[in-house]
């Protein structure tokens, strides 16, 4: 009855639950757009999908908002963070529709992936600003019980936006790149309603608190680098919270060898690879399990938070994590890898839910847009990283017994050094 409480407290304050619709019609845009560009890049019968293509659309898409993420989260410490929820998705709706044109106009591949980087990087200054938003709306008691709400129903929002995305991709005819485009164009509109959306939180309810007069040009750029190095200085005086970053990191190099692996079985493997509907449909319902696990995992940490502190809560996440690894190892059939990802969203969200919390607990507010930043950066990165591995060493069909063993390793050495090190109490 207490977490129940908790979630009542939580969804009682009208600024969380706007701030929350923005997240959720955002996300569930974001779905859509994604199956749209997946389908596009490589479940089309013109291109042939293995480790190599993926990793370069990953690579492509989220590497060039790493360069500049860590600088944007001084931004959202200094711009009202309700204006960029507003501008962004309305910025991201605008780019999103010239994908759609560049779709139907049978241009280069690497021209839609180029306006796609600016479309994805945008997302990622969304999620931050929302992310370094959440203490500003709740109690900073509450904040565990809001990150096991929002990321998750946002989660929960993007599977259903991809679950549309497929089934309006069949309604419009299957496999072909007008009916991409038509998808993309769907998504362009839910990103204008997540942005007036934005419209119903006050212009400084998200803060941050008025600031002195920035400075400008030259000044301002050096002034970025010395802020970013103090929120870099503030993650490594919190003990707990430079123990997440390495957490995340290595959670999220784990988590995208499993994402390509599950792509490659997809669509290759489980699928006949001149039937990408059928690839994209199996897919989908990896994604759409995997997101119940994400919810299920949400659910259970508040109330692991009641039992556990912290750090244990990851050691026990990283644990199970890697016996699902051994038991997911070699997947002969659909069913095992469906189970598997079940599983392997429970810890993801578990893992997740527990970092966020822990950033917004030990950074003040005066960093913390830096730091969610940062975080977004490692997040990214580690995924990246994977991908490229998974390039290098994961054959056509996804199989690789030796692969999902490393990554089992990894995430059991990462508890058992967890647990080496922890403190009785953490901040």
Known sequence: MSYISDVATVVRGSGFRRLLSVRMAGQFADGVFQ???????????????????????????????????????????????????????????????????????SAPEIALLSVGVL????????????????????????????????????????????????????????????????????????????GSLALRLGRRALGPEPAAELPAALKAVIEVARELAAGVGQIRRHHTASTAFVVTAIQRFCFGLASVTAVLLARNTFSDPLNPDAGLALLAQVVLIAGAGFFVGAVLTPELSRYLSPINILISALSFAAITQLIIATPQTKTPLLIGVFFVGISAQVTKVCVDSILQRTIPDEFRGRTFSLYDVVFN?????????????LPASGRSLLTNLVVAGLYAGTAIVLWWRRKPTTT
């Open 35 to 105: 199956t749209a560009l997946a389908s596009y890049v490589l479940f089309s019968p013109e291109r042939q999908a293995d480790a190599q293509s993926i990793a370069s659309a990953f690579a492509i898409l989220i590497l060039p908002y790493c360069v500049i993420g860590p600088f944007v989260g001084v931004f959202i410490d200094r711009w009202q963070r309700r204006q960029i929820l507003l501008i962004a998705n309305f910025a991201r709706a605008t780019l999103v529709a010239s994908i759609a044109l560049i779709a139907l106009s």
């Open 119 to 194: 479309a994805v990087s945008i997302n990622r200054l969304v999620l931050s600003a929302l992310g370094a938003s959440v203490p500003r709306v709740v109690p900073l008691d509450n904040v565990v019980t809001a990150n096991a709400i929002a990321p998750t129903l946002g989660t929960l929002s993007t599977v259903l936006g991809a679950g549309l995305g497929v089934y309006l991709r069949s309604l419009f005819g299957g496999a072909t790149d007008t009916n991409d485009a038509m998808l993309i164009a769907v998504a362009a509109g839910l990103y204008v309603a997540a």
């Open 381 to 393: 990165v580690a995924f990246v990283a994977a991908a490229s591995v998974g390039a290098i060493v």
